[in-house]
């Protein structure tokens, strides 16, 4: 029955959503130090694992807890780092030499500072693992020095002892709340508030109580309407008590008000209280493992009810290993799983139960100091929230197949038309950002940049909207990117199609621009990237850049001229900055015979010059419905020695070219044919600078012409390309049969091992579900696997059709934002 209904599914889903990973594709992908997307970079030899950013509150000065040291940058706009000064803070010979002594890694022995924070208008606070001995200290801004303090030393509670440990902390009104273990074993965690003064106290949790089960700290955020304190962490999930280990996330409150009981919960918490946070889209796995979550403020005039938290997710099971999805969650349904109802722990069997019983309290209000110790007891054991906080339309907004994120930035950006787009800034695991803007229709991510070479265990994302650049702290140094390049994109489609919330066309200017440079009627269609809308401008100046290539008429004008003898093989080379792009070629008699000609990925094409093969190649792409000529050449017959100069599109950059030269000899079809032209040659060798080039521009041409020479061997490429050879040309028309054939079939076997392939995911979908946990067996859980869809509450309220859940896996969610209704997602299309 299933595998009925499989291969139902398969037809259509070859022939309709092939291809349907697209979207996840970034458009364009820089890497490092490109020049579309330059990186200001702060490293300096004496300064290691730059991984702790603090933006001051003018975000002038940028603080960077470092190993043995702490920074103060200057910030300027657009991105600039410059060293202003630099404290050093290492733990003395002796602390060092004891750390070591107790068996830990030297290099892990130093003082990494893990708290940077801004206590009031004169002075910074800073914690560090100080020899696995953590300390803290305040720091005064002007002059920038450590201030002894002996109250303030003390790191316990505050600081992790492991640098390697996660640890959260934040300031409010001079008081520091923070999550992090406090031993050095690492494994009594625990969310306290330090500093306090007057009346308030310094509180705790009571690790006792099972309030935190092995948490690992992501975050913490502040709501001053609400008065208090959130904190993002992911631990075990003891209320799942058929799965060891089963990973869920969470969010936990305090109020700022908490002063702690008189009797009962002396000097802890009273307003402790935590919910699941749910990433999952009904009948697939959940995904499980927060990475990071960050809070994007509400629009101008929203009440702070619609504050939004976005967060990356990863999965424990293996299904969704090396994937990870994101959610955003609403602070007012935050506030109405806290006000529901709450588990109840029995404390002999262990068991979470959901009773419904008379309340003598809402667990998590704030203001309960004086409350008797009922209630207070009541309180005590009532902090798990019953319900799971579930992401806006209980969708994911983004599920990336391939990659792993592990740090996000959020901010809104208001578009040409006035309205508010949301854009992430997302870090993958191994060294891109990511810009991703949310549209109705779906995530479309603008550009990746690459950030850093090696992947890095401990990083920061941090964003400044009024510099306008992210931050990135790695062991590899601090980088500032600025948002957006505006001027990288050359043509008014480019500019378009990239769908940049922060980029418009000046349409006086000719220029791609910043929105907010931009005097009048800027052009820009972020939600659909429809070119033909925005960049119909009347052709006044043939030579505008703002119009991309005319489609030329009858002719081959204008292109490269390549000259050729007959039975070379031409190689011509097209390429595209966007890889949303589909490029293809069109020859002298309009469609190319694919049995003649090879096709690479890079967009080249390559065949062997005939009698019936010259004549005019086009290189077009299409992008979003918008079709463009990127390249063109007339391929002739060689007349002479003499090599002629090409002639130049209109459109072409405004550089030099030397005239093209071409290697006689046989080379390899499959080998780069870098000796051809040696202009090409930098580009060429360089794969990533080629890419850059601006797509309008009419390539460089890169020819590539080879004179077989009778003797060589032929490899199976090359037969493919030649394989008119043995046979007379005008048999042509029969290829087209076989072809036809040929494809048929390859279509019904890629059919077939497609089902296989699904049936096989299918089966392993259900089997393998032994969560990552090390020496966890893959096989018997699988039992524990149904059982997780079947208690999270979306799967339930399906009511058994999990089971059935045979459709393809989301590669990406319809899940948006609409930035001018309240920012609450739209019904995907
Ligand atoms: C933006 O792109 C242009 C064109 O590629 C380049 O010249 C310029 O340096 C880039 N600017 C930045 C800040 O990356
Ligand atoms: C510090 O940086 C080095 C590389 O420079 C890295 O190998 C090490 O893991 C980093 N340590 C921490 C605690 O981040
Ligand atoms: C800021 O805090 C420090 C340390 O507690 C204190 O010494 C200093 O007086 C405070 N400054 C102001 C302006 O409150
Ligand atoms: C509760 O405590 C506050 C001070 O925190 C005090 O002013 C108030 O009188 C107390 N209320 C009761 C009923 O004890």
Not at 295 to 316: H, K, M, N, R, V
Not at 336 to 351: C, E, P, Q
Not at 450 to 479: A, C, M, Y
Not at 612 to 630: A, D, I
């Amino acid at each position: 029955m299933r595998s009925s209904s499989l291969i139902s599914v398969c037809l259509p889903f070859i022939l309709i959503t092939c291809g349907c990973h697209g979207n996840v594709t970034p458009r364009v992908t820089f890497p490092l130090h490109s020049p579309g997307r330059s990186v200001s970079v702060f490293s300096a030899d004496d300064v290691f694992n730059t991984t702790t950013l603090l933006l001051s509150k003018d975000e002038d000065t940028l603080f960077i807890g470092a190993r043995n040291a702490i920074l103060s940058l200057s910030l300027s706009q657009g991105g600039g780092l410059t060293l202003s000064s630099k404290l050093d803070w290492s733990p003395p010979e002796k602390d060092l030499t004891d750390c070591s002594m107790k068996g830990k890694e030297e290099m892990d022995c130093p003082n990494f500072v893990r708290v940077l924070q801004v206590v009031n208008s004169t002075h910074l606070y800073a914690c560090g693992t100080f020899a696995f001995s953590p300390r803290c200290t305040f720091i005064s801004s002007e002059p920038f020095s450590l201030v002894s303090s002996p109250k303030a030393e003390e790191g316990r509670g505050r600081c992790p002892y492991d640098p390697y440990q996660k640890n959260t902390a934040i300031t409010v009104d001079g008081e520091l709340y923070t999550g992090t273990v406090a031993d050095y074993r690492g494994n009594r965690p625990v969310i306290s508030r330090h500093l306090s003064e007057g009346g308030h106290v310094d509180l705790k949790l009571d690790d006792t109580l099972g309030w935190l089960e092995e948490p690992t700290f992501i975050s913490s955020a502040f709501i001053p309407s609400e008065e208090k304190v959130y904190f993002f962490f992911s631990e075990t999930g003891r209320e799942y008590d058929f799965i060891d280990k089963f990973t869920v996330s969470r969010i936990a409150q305090v109020c700022t008000s908490d002063v702690g009981g008189q009797r009962t919960l002396q000097r802890r918490w009273t307003t402790f209280t935590k919910a699941q946070l749910l990433c999952q889209s009904a009948g697939e796995l959940p995904y499980n493992v927060l990475q990071d979550i960050t809070s994007l403020q509400p629009p101008e005039g929203a009440t702070e009810d619609q504050t939004l938290f976005y967060g990356i997710f990863s999965s424990q099971w293996s299904v969704n290993s090396g994937r990870s999805a994101v959610c955003v969650f609403s602070l007012k349904t935050i506030k109405d799983v806290f006000a529901g109802n709450y588990k109840f722990l029995n404390r002999d069997t262990l068991k979470w139960s959901t009773k419904v019983q008379e309340k003598p309290a809402n667990p998590g209000e704030c203001g309960l100091h004086n409350a008797s110790d009922n209630t207070l007891r009541f309180v005590k054991e009532n902090f798990l929230a019953d319900q799971s906080v579930q992401p806006i339309n209980q969708e994911l907004t983004l599920v990336s197949p391939d990659h792993l994120y592990s740090n996000i930035a959020a901010q809104r950006v208001k578009g040409a038309n006035g309205k508010e787009y949301t854009v992430l800034y997302l870090l993958t695991e191994n060294g891109f950002l990511h810009k991703a803007v949310l549209l109705e229709k779906g995530t479309h991510i603008i550009e990746e940049i690459q950030v850093f070479t090696q992947p890095q265990r401990v990083r920061n994302l941090l964003l400044s909207i009024p510099k306008g650049v992210v931050l990135v702290g790695s062991s590899e140094g601090v980088l500032s990117v600025p948002v957006s390049n505006c001027s990288f994109y050359l043509s008014c489609a480019d500019c378009v199609l990239a769908r940049d919330p922060f980029c418009g066309w000046d349409r006086s200017k000719k220029t791609c621009a910043q929105i907010s440079s931009i005097t009048e009627n800027a052009g820009q269609d972020v939600d659909n990237g429809d070119v033909s809308e925005v960049c119909k401008t009347p052709v006044i100046n043939p030579r505008s850049r703002s119009m991309s290539l005319p489609t030329p008429a009858a002719g081959c004008l204008p292109s490269e001229l390549v000259s050729v003898s007959l039975n070379d093989v031409v190689r011509l080379p097209c390429s595209s900055t966007s890889r949303l792009a589909r490029v293809h070629w069109e020859g002298p008699n309009g469609h190319i015979s694919s049995n003649l000609s090879l096709q690479k990925e890079d967009g080249s094409i390559s065949f062997l010059a005939t009698a019936s093969t010259l004549g005019c190649y086009k290189c077009l792409s299409v992008e979003n419905g918008f079709s463009r000529v990127l390249a063109m050449y007339n391929v002739k017959q060689e007349s002479s020695t003499t090599l002629q100069t090409p002639t130049h599109a209109p459109t072409t950059q405004t550089h030099t070219t030397p005239p093209v030269q071409t290697t006689r000899g046989f080379i390899s079809p499959d080998t780069k044919l870098l000796t051809t032209a040696k202009r090409d040659r930098e580009t060429q060798t360089n794969p990533m600078t080629k890419e850059l080039q601006p797509t309008v521009s009419v390539q460089e041409p890169t020819v590539a012409v080879t004179r077989r020479k009778s003797s060589r061997n032929i490899t199976p490429e090359q037969r493919l390309e030649v394989g008119g050879e043995s046979q007379p040309l005008h048999r042509e028309p029969t290829y087209l049969k076989e072809l036809v054939v040929v494809s048929v079939l390859f279509a019904l076997c890629l059919c077939a091992l497609l089902t296989i392939i699904l049936l096989n995911l299918r089966q392993r979908f259900r089997s393998r579900t032994a969560p990552h946990s090390p020496g966890g067996s893959p096989r018997t859980s699988s039992s524990n696997e149904r059982e997780a869809l079947r208690h999270s509450p979306s799967a339930a309220k399906r009511n058994g059709s999990v089971q059935n859940g045979s459709k393809p896996p989301h590669t990406l969610s319809n899940g948006a934002l609409n930035g001018s209704n309240g920012h609450l997602p739209n019904t995907p299309i």
